[in-house]
Structures are given as C-alpha cells and as structure tokens.
C-alpha cells in the first residue's frame, strides 16, 4: 500500500532564501506526482503535476524533482516570500487502480518570516 | 471560469442530524472525489465517482453517501451513524489520472 511522507512537518525561513521540500514514497509504481498549496481553511491549489515519466517541472519561482528509484520528490522555491506561508503538500497517484487512489502526505507547513 | 464550487461554506450539525454538502463542477469532468482532513491526519478519500450513476467506497465511507445523478454534482450526505463528523471536507475533481485533479474550497462541518 502506497505511504507518503513529508518532512519536516514545519519550516520558518526568512525572506529571500530558497528553500526544498521533501516528499517521499513507498512504491515507485506511481503514475504521476502532484503539489498542492492550502492557506488556512481553504482548499487545495494546484501547484505542479510530474507524470511518471519526467524528472521535473517548473512554473514561475516553483520547480518540482521526481525520482521514482529512490522514491522522493522535491518542490524547490526560489527567493522566498511571505505570502509563500502556507501548507505544502504532495499526493501520489498509483497505476492499476482506479482514478481513487491519489494518497496524500500530511503536508509541510511553510512560514516565510519578512 | 470553470472551476468547482463547494457549499456551504460552514455547517453545523446537530447531534442525530443528516446534513448534506454541495459539490459542482463546471469543467466538464468524468470524475469526481470526496476528501475528508483532519489535523494532523492529511486527506482521506471518502467516496469517489469515476462516471454519472456509479460511485465506489473510499477508505472511510462508513456514515456518508453519496449520488451522482448528474456529471457536474456529486453531493454528501453526512448521516448520523458518522460518529465522528467533525472535519474539513474537500471535493475534487478529475479529467483522467494525466491531468491530476482539481479541488474545491472545502466545507467545514461542526457538531453542535
């Protein structure tokens, strides 16, 4: 059964500094990697999407690392700021199943300190 | 803008009490989720519908049901043998598993 994990469970960075995230997994067997952003009592905003097949993808100061052999994922923010304070969190999605089967970390939480 | 829409927003439940949550999406999905979070405990799948007229159990579907009588709505019940209700509820939503999926902006759902 698929198991994911995010350390640290919290991060406090001053402003300006480029900091990772760390996501890893059980079973390589994934079918694609997906970063999601929380603020406090709202939804889940869609950062980035690693198919299985690529190393990486980008957008704007955000760029998220998959390697399926040793089962981690990294999301990598450049130049940090405060309103990147949030929670960070990575889910899974396996093949062979059905399209329920996206398992989730527990999320990092994010306090960027101006 | 296509998107999903939850409501409401805040719900209170009294004990013995179904209680139903809204979820519609406007993005022409096939598939549609229900998430529960808790603190600490990250997100858990509830119920999951891939087509109009079928849906299947999650990890934790005792005390909830669902429908999906139409593709844009695929709405919660809450019912009262959920002895632990409590939560932050998300609804997503999915064009097949390449393109990831897409969430609404959660139902907070207390007991009173």
């Known amino acids: 059964k698929q198991e994911v994990t995010q350390i640290p469970a919290a991060l406090s960075v001053p402003e300006g500094e480029n900091l990772v995230l760390n996501c890893s997994f059980t079973d390589s067997a994934i079918y694609n990697l997906q970063w999601f952003r929380q603020d406090p009592g709202k939804g889940l905003t869609s950062l980035l999407l690693i198919q299985s097949s690529q190393r990486e993808q980008t957008s704007g100061r955000l760029n998220a690392s998959l390697d399926k052999s040793s089962g981690r994922s990294t999301l990598y923010i450049a130049a940090s700021q405060p309103g990147d304070s949030a929670t960070y969190l990575c889910?899974?999605?396996?093949?062979?199943?059905?399209?329920?089967?996206?398992?989730f970390g527990k999320g990092t939480k994010l306090s960027v300190k101006p | 803008d296509g998107g999903i829409t939850q409501s409401p927003k805040y719900l209170f439940r009294k004990e013995g009490q179904n209680v139903t949550l809204s979820c519609e999406q406007n993005?022409?999905?096939?598939?549609m989720y229900w998430y529960r979070q808790d603190p600490g405990q990250g997100l858990r799948l509830i119920y999951y519908s891939q087509i109009v007229n079928d849906f299947q159990k999650g990890d934790i579907a005792e005390g909830y049901s669902v429908s999906r009588e139409k593709k844009e709505s695929f709405p919660l019940t809450v019912t009262s043998a959920q002895k632990n209700p409590t939560a932050f509820y998300l609804c997503a939503s999915s064009t097949g598993q390449l393109y990831g999926y897409t969430f609404g902006s959660g139902t907070r759902l207390t007991v009173v």
């Open positions: 889910a899974a999605s396996n093949y062979g199943g059905s399209q329920g089967n996206l398992i």
């Open positions: 993005l022409n999905h096939d598939a």
